[in-house]
């Protein structure tokens, strides 16, 4: 019998905390974080992270978990999640795994294998200069000449993936995202529903602008000061994120606070769209469109259930 598995997925900003506390509190479940920020502790309003008092009580897991400056990526990521998952299912209760990161979800789902190849730390250290020198897009571009694919999927000032995707093609001859999609062909070796929530691009458009001027309202600028306090650097892992290198970039002057905030608001878009881009590849998903449902909590919780019902899992 293979063990049960629940993902909840989708853009930013179209509500899967709250679909996500409903659902485990309906299956008696436990939430996995699949956030790339959220990991980060100090680091709450940029990530929109949840709030304690909005868990109603639901365990969850890789949430505060590290400090800033320590890295955070897929391999760590995959390695957390499954130590996470023993803890659950020996507990007797179904893990959650809620996010939009979803190469971090596949790396759990089909438990990808991320060994096969040895780091290059020469090669590693000669990329890492190049991105100093001539900046992100340079060693973006050099990917495109090798891996278009990677090249499409990893964002330009994600250095740390596009170095390690350079990386693979030298070791081994091979684009990355073609050992990646021959693991992704393997079966799942979970009983697994894999939701993705959607709705109306406007609409989720609309609660992004939202969004980000609420974090502004709630001290963003404050907590990225504090962040900077603390040691924190713009070329971090953490401050990558969207939100934090382009209030960084307004402290130093650079660009004006209402410059960051439409930034932010574009970048989150586009951001949003390339997750959708991502979830319309994966295969065996189940949408779950709002607007289908009227934007009715109940009715998109009995909508999952009766899926989770079908495949056995609840």
Same mark, same amino acid.
């Given at each position: 019998?293979k063990?049960?598995?629940i993902?909840?997925?989708?853009?930013?900003?179209?509500?899967?905390?709250?679909?996500?506390?409903?659902?485990a509190?309906?299956?008696?479940?436990?939430?996995?974080?699949?956030?790339?920020?959220q990991?980060?502790?100090?680091?709450?309003?940029?990530?929109?992270?949840?709030?304690p008092?909005?868990?109603?009580?639901?365990?969850?897991?890789?949430?505060?978990?590290?400090?800033?400056?320590?890295?955070f990526?897929?391999?760590?990521?995959?390695?957390?999640?499954?130590?996470?998952?023993?803890?659950?299912?020996?507990?007797?209760k179904?893990?959650?795994?809620?996010?939009?990161?979803?190469?971090?979800?596949?790396?759990?789902?089909?438990?990808?294998?991320?060994?096969?190849t040895?780091?290059?730390?020469?090669?590693?250290?000669?990329?890492?200069?190049?991105?100093?020198?001539?900046?992100?897009?340079?060693?973006?571009?050099m990917?495109?000449?090798?891996?278009?694919?990677?090249?499409?999927?990893?964002?330009?000032?994600?250095?740390?993936?596009v170095?390690r995707?350079l990386?693979?093609?030298? /070791?081994?001859?091979?684009?990355? @995202?073609?050992?990646?999609?021959?693991?992704?062909?393997k079966?799942?070796?979970?009983?697994?529903?894999?939701?993705?929530?959607?709705?109306?691009? @406007?609409?989720?458009y609309?609660r992004?602008n939202?969004?980000?001027d609420?974090?502004?309202?709630?001290?963003?600028?404050e907590?990225?000061?504090?962040?900077?306090?603390?040691?924190?650097?713009?070329?971090m892992?953490s401050? /990558?994120?969207?939100g934090?290198?382009?209030?960084i970039?307004?402290?130093?002057?650079?660009?004006?606070?209402?410059e960051?905030?439409?930034?932010?608001?574009?970048?989150?878009?586009?951001?949003?769209?390339?997750?959708?881009?991502?979830?319309?590849?994966?295969?065996?998903?189940?949408?779950?469109?709002?607007?289908?449902?009227?934007?009715?909590?109940?009715?998109?919780?009995?909508?999952?259930? @009766?899926?989770?019902?079908?495949?056995?899992i609840?």
């Amino acid at each position: 019998m293979k063990q049960p598995l629940i993902i909840l997925a989708g853009p930013t900003a179209v509500g899967k905390t709250e679909a996500s506390i409903e659902l485990a509190k309906a299956v008696d479940g436990k939430i996995i974080s699949a956030d790339s920020m959220q990991v980060y502790r100090h680091m709450d309003i940029g990530s929109a992270k949840i709030k304690p008092e909005e868990m109603q009580g639901v365990p969850h897991y890789l949430i505060d978990e590290l400090e800033p400056w320590e890295d955070f990526n897929v391999y760590r990521f995959q390695e957390l999640a499954k130590k996470y998952m023993k803890e659950i299912y020996e507990k007797s209760k179904i893990p959650i795994l809620v996010g939009g990161t979803g190469f971090y979800i596949q790396s759990v789902l089909y438990d990808i294998d991320f060994t096969s190849t040895d780091a290059d730390n020469g090669y590693r250290e000669e990329l890492e200069l190049l991105a100093k020198e001539k900046g992100a897009e340079h060693l973006h571009y050099m990917l495109q000449q090798v891996d278009a694919k990677s090249a499409e999927e990893i964002h330009v000032n994600n250095v740390k993936r596009v170095i390690r995707a350079l990386e693979y093609y030298k /070791q081994t001859g091979q684009p990355i @995202s073609k050992h990646n999609e021959e693991e992704r062909r393997k079966t799942s070796p979970y009983n697994f529903a894999y939701f993705i929530l959607n709705d109306e691009r @406007s609409t989720v458009y609309e609660r992004i602008n939202k969004r980000v001027d609420q974090m502004f309202n709630a001290g963003l600028v404050e907590e990225v000061e504090n962040l900077i306090t603390l040691g924190c650097r713009r070329d971090m892992v953490s401050m /990558q994120g969207l939100g934090y290198k382009e209030v960084i970039d307004y402290l130093s002057g650079e660009i004006s606070l209402e410059e960051a905030a439409q930034k932010i608001k574009q970048e989150t878009r586009h951001f949003a769209k390339r997750q959708l881009t991502w979830f319309r590849r994966e295969r065996d998903v189940l949408w779950v469109n709002k607007n289908e449902l009227e934007h009715n909590n109940q009715k998109i919780l009995q909508y999952m259930l @009766s899926m989770l019902k079908e495949k056995n899992i609840y």
